[in-house]
């Protein structure tokens, strides 16, 4: 299970804000065609932001910030 410090989710969220993607629901809309928006975006950044989805989706986003992907 991946754990993700808070710098890295913050950075992440705030990348996606800087791309036009400031919500829940286009976070969740996401397709691959719109990581082109987020320049520079590695592997990690990648995972961060599946993770974050999943948090997402079951409603458990403080936690995600503090578990990472034990969030289930």
Do not use: C, W
């Amino acid at each position: 299970m991946a754990k993700y410090n808070i710098n890295q989710i913050s950075k992440m969220i705030d990348r996606l804000a800087e791309s036009g993607i400031n919500t829940e629901k286009a976070i969740l809309n996401m397709t691959f065609e719109d990581l082109e928006k987020i320049p520079n975006y590695t592997v990690t950044d990648i995972k961060t932001l599946i993770s974050l989805r999943k948090a997402i989706r079951v409603n458990k986003k403080a936690l995600f910030l503090f578990l990472g992907d034990e969030v289930k």
